[in-house]
C-alpha cells in the first residue's frame, strides 16, 4: 500500500483535527531526524529530513513545508502539502515570510509535559525557533501541540487500522507455531530463539527492542516484566507466558499468551490455574464493556481492576491498557490508575478510533504467572477485537 496515501490521509485528519480545537496553525519543526525524531513527523511526512524543516499545517487545508533544498522534490512527491519551499542558506526568512502571511493567532508546537508522542520539539531547537521569531508577534503566540498530537496519533485512520489488524493476524499465527515447538526441558532462550528465527525468517520488525521480544516467563522463577529470557526451564505443572509483537508495515501488535504443562496424568490445569484464567479473562471482559468513547482512561482501569481484587488477588502494578499503532506504546491516552507516573495521560477520554491494549496479571503460587492481553479498536458505541480473545487455557502436554 502506498505510504503517500496513508501521509494524505493523516494530514487531511489533521485539518479537522485543527478545525475542531480552534488551532490555526500547527508547526512541526525539526531537524537531522534520524539522531532527533519528532513522533508526529513520522505520521505527517513519512521521512526523514536533515537541515532544519518547517511543517505547518492549517485549519484550511491549505497545508505548507519549508525544509532544505535537497529534500524539497521528497516532500513535494507525498502530495500532501499545497506549499512545498525549498531554501539554501537558512530556513528563517523564509519561515517568518510564510507565518506574516498566516498571521496565526494561535501557534501550536510539539511540547508536552505529559504524552512522550506529543513532546517532539527539543530544547535546542525552541530556543533556535524563538531566535527565528525574535521581533514578531508570535513567539508570544505558541501553545502545546499535546491536545493535536494525541488526537492525530490516538485516532487511527482507516490504512492504520488495517495495518495493525494485519500485525496483531501475524503475531497470532506464532502464538500457534509455538504451541507446536515448546516443550518441558527448554529454556526461555530456546523459546525466545525460535520466535526471533520465525521474525527475521518474514524479514518483519518487533514491535519493541529484539532482546526483550518476546518477553518468555516460565513458572515462578522467572523475573516478571520486561526481562529479557534466559535460562529458566520450562516445568512440568508450571505456566509459559509469551509477550510479542512483530512490526509489520510500520504498525505494531502487542498480544500475550498463556499455557499451562500438563504433569503426567493431567488432562486439565489445576484449580488454583483454571481459576487465575478466569479471573484475569474476567478482568479483561470486565474492562472492555467499560471501553466507550468519552471515557476517561482512569475509569477504565478502575473497573477492571476492582475484578481482580474482589477476587482476592492483588492488585497489579501497571496500567491496564495503552494506545497501539506505529510504536507499541503510541503515546497520549493510558487506561490506568490516577498515580503519579501517569499523571496528565489516565485522565485523557477514550476515543473513537484508538486502538488499546487490554492486558493484565495475577501470580499464582508456585506456578507462575497468569497474564493475558489483547489489542481492541474502539468505535462509536464500544469495541471491535483486533485479535481473537484467548477464552481459554493453552495446554502444552509431555512428550
Not at 490516538?154 to 502464538?175: D, M, N, P, W, Y
Not at 515447538?181 to 520488525?205: C, K, N, S, W, Y
Not at 526481562?227 to 509469551?242: K, S, Y
Request: proline share 4%; charged share 25%; net charge negative.
Amino acid at each position: 500500500m502506498d505510504n503517500n496515501q496513508l501521509i494524505q490521509e493523516k494530514v487531511s485528519q489533521a485539518t479537522a483535527i485543527l478545525n475542531e480545537f480552534d488551532i490555526d496553525l500547527w508547526l512541526t519543526f525539526v531537524r537531522e531526524t534520524s539522531l532527533s525524531p519528532d513522533p508526529t513527523l513520522e505520521l505527517i511526512l513519512g521521512m526523514d529530513m536533515v537541515w532544519h524543516s518547517a511543517f505547518l499545517l492549517s485549519r484550511d487545508g491549505q497545508h505548507k513545508a519549508i525544509v532544505g533544498y535537497y529534500d524539497a522534490e521528497n516532500v513535494r512527491q507525498t502530495g500532501a502539502y499545497s506549499q512545498v519551499i525549498g531554501y539554501h542558506q537558512g530556513i528563517g526568512e523564509s519561515l517568518r515570510t510564510l507565518l506574516r502571511d498566516e498571521d496565526p493567532q494561535q501557534l501550536a508546537v510539539n511540547y508536552s509535559t505529559a504524552d512522550v508522542a506529543a513532546d517532539g520539539l527539543s530544547h535546542g531547537m525552541y530556543l533556535v525557533l524563538q531566535q527565528i521569531l525574535d521581533g514578531t508577534p508570535y513567539s508570544g503566540r505558541l501553545v502545546s501541540g499535546e491536545r493535536l498530537a494525541a488526537a492525530l496519533r490516538g485516532r487511527k485512520s482507516s490504512i492504520e487500522v488495517a495495518r495493525v489488524r494485519q500485525a496483531v493476524h501475524t503475531t497470532q499465527a506464532l502464538f500457534d507455531e509455538v504451541d507446536q515447538f515448546a516443550r518441558p526441558g527448554m529454556t526461555q532462550r530456546e523459546i525466545a530463539d525460535f520466535v526471533h528465527r520465525r521474525i527475521d525468517e518474514m524479514r518483519l520488525g518487533y514491535a519493541w527492542d529484539k532482546p526483550y521480544n518476546p518477553i518468555v516467563t516460565c513458572g515462578p522463577h522467572s523475573a516478571i516484566g520486561h526481562a529479557a529470557p534466559g535460562d529458566v526451564v520450562l516445568e512440568q505443572g508450571h505456566t509459559l507466558h509469551l509477550d510479542m509483537g512483530v512490526r509489520e508495515n510500520d504498525y505494531c501488535a502487542d498480544l500475550q499468551r498463556m499455557w499451562y504443562v500438563l504433569e503426567d496424568g493431567e488432562s486439565a490445569a489445576p484449580v488454583e490455574v483454571q481459576r487465575a484464567f478466569d479471573v484475569v479473562f474476567g478482568a479483561l471482559r470486565a474492562g472492555e464493556a467499560a471501553l466507550r468513547p468519552g471515557v476517561p482512561g482512569w475509569k477504565v482501569d478502575e473497573v477492571a481492576r476492582r475484578h481482580v481484587v474482589e477476587n482476592g488477588y492483588d492488585e497489579y502494578m501497571h496500567g491496564f491498557g495503552h494506545l497501539l499503532g506505529r510504536v507499541a506504546h503510541d503515546g497520549a491516552t493510558v487506561l490506568a490508575p490516577r498515580w503519579e507516573r501517569y499523571q496528565g495521560v489516565c485522565e485523557l477520554p477514550v476515543e473513537a478510533g484508538n486502538i488499546f491494549t487490554l492486558e493484565l496479571h495475577v501470580i499464582v503460587p508456585d506456578r507462575g504467572i497468569m497474564s493475558l492481553e489483547e489489542d481492541v479498536l474502539v468505535t462509536e458505541d464500544g469495541v471491535e477485537y483486533l485479535s481473537d480473545p484467548q477464552s481459554e487455557l493453552r495446554y502444552i502436554r509431555p512428550r
